[in-house]
Every structure is written in C-alpha cells, then in structure tokens.
C-alpha cells in the first residue's frame, strides 16, 4: 500500500481539515474499502455532494458503514471536514464502543494554499466556509485531550514520505 500512515488493525482514522486542504488526495492512497466520506453519500442520495440537506441521510449511512467494519476490526478512514468538536465526539465514541484505536490526521496547511486547492476542485467551497473552517481547525493537544491515541500531522507525514512540506502551517 502506498499510504503514508501505518494504522493500527482495526482503527478509526479521522481526517480533520478545511475543504481544499487535501484530504480525499491522502484518503486516495488508502484501499476504497477503509474510506467513509459524507460527500459520497450526499451524491448518492441526491446526486448533489454539496446538498446539505441530505447530511442527516449521509450521517446514518456513514455510521452503519463505521459499525460495520469497526464491529470487524476493520480499519476505517473518516473523509469528511471533522472541524466540529461535536463531530469528531461522535466518531470517539464509535471507537470507544466497538474498543478500537481513534487516529486522526490534522491537516497543518497554510490557509492559502487551502484556497488555491479549493479552487482548482471540480465542486468548489465558497470562500467564507474555507475559512471559517480553517480557523475551526483544533490543534494536536486539543485532539488528545478529546481522546485520539494518536495525532499526526500532515506536513510530518508528508515530510517523512519525501513529499514536498512546502504549504504547511506551524
């Protein structure tokens, strides 16, 4: 596998980044299989992955499919924003009931290359949620405090595959 990231059997990981800062890029790397992603199903419910209100739809897909596979030992790879302190509760505590490792990757990108990234996108974000989803972004302590095992950042794991870190925040 060409992932950057060597996972525990059987974990949870969380993506946490603004639109445009390169998750589904990382996600890529990873089997399809691992991957939930709320965009997706939005799509496949309205043919829209930007129609919000199909959220709550793409929410109980996302969780049968994360019971399904953390219930198996299955690594899991959350694609979504994750920003929301509330979200990412809510994966921990999936984690924690089927006893399984909660990882997330913090994606550390200066917030104009999030911009130019989010511009060069087939659906692009309006400009106003980039941001304010950036300045939503949680730090590594933070991420530890509200029980991720482990916390990785981005530009790290980039650096150490050799990957340019150019573009990322400290």
Same mark, same amino acid.
């Given at each position: 596998?060409?992932?950057?990231?060597?996972?525990?059997?059987?974990?949870?990981?969380?993506?946490?980044?603004?639109?445009?800062?390169?998750?589904?890029?990382?996600?890529?790397?990873?089997?399809?299989?691992?991957?939930?992603?709320?965009?997706?199903?939005?799509?496949?419910?309205?043919?829209?992955?930007?129609?919000?209100?199909?959220?709550?739809?793409?929410?109980?897909?996302?969780?049968?499919?994360?019971?399904?596979?953390?219930?198996?030992?299955?690594?899991?790879?959350?694609?979504?924003?994750?920003?929301?302190?509330?979200?990412?509760?809510?994966?921990?505590?999936?984690?924690?009931?089927?006893?399984?490792? #909660?990882?997330?990757? +913090?994606?550390?990108? @200066? &917030?104009?290359?999030?911009? !130019?990234?989010?511009? /060069?996108?087939? =659906?692009?974000?309006?400009?106003?949620?980039?941001?304010?989803?950036?300045?939503?972004?949680?730090?590594?302590?933070?991420?530890?405090?509200?029980?991720? #095992?482990?916390?990785? +950042?981005?530009?790290? @794991? &980039?650096?150490?595959?050799? !990957?340019?870190?150019? /573009?990322?925040? =400290?």
């Amino acid at each position: 596998m060409d992932g950057l990231l060597d996972l525990p059997d059987g974990a949870l990981c969380a993506l946490v980044g603004p639109p445009g800062s390169g998750k589904s890029t990382f996600a890529a790397r990873y089997p399809d299989s691992w991957r939930v992603c709320l965009d997706v199903y939005r799509c496949l419910a309205t043919d829209s992955e930007a129609d919000q209100s199909a959220t709550p739809v793409a929410a109980e897909i996302q969780n049968l499919l994360l019971d399904a596979r953390l219930s198996r030992r299955l690594n899991v790879l959350v694609d979504s924003t994750n920003v929301f302190p509330h979200g990412r509760a809510g994966l921990l505590a999936r984690a924690r009931y089927w006893q399984r490792p #909660a990882v997330a990757v +913090l994606f550390d990108v @200066l &917030l104009p290359r999030v911009e !130019a990234q989010n511009a /060069g996108r087939d =659906r692009v974000v309006p400009l106003h949620i980039v941001r304010e989803h950036y300045q939503l972004l949680p730090d590594v302590d933070q991420l530890h405090r509200e029980g991720f #095992a482990a916390v990785h +950042l981005i530009s790290e @794991l &980039l650096a150490t595959s050799g !990957a340019l870190r150019q /573009g990322t925040r =400290r």
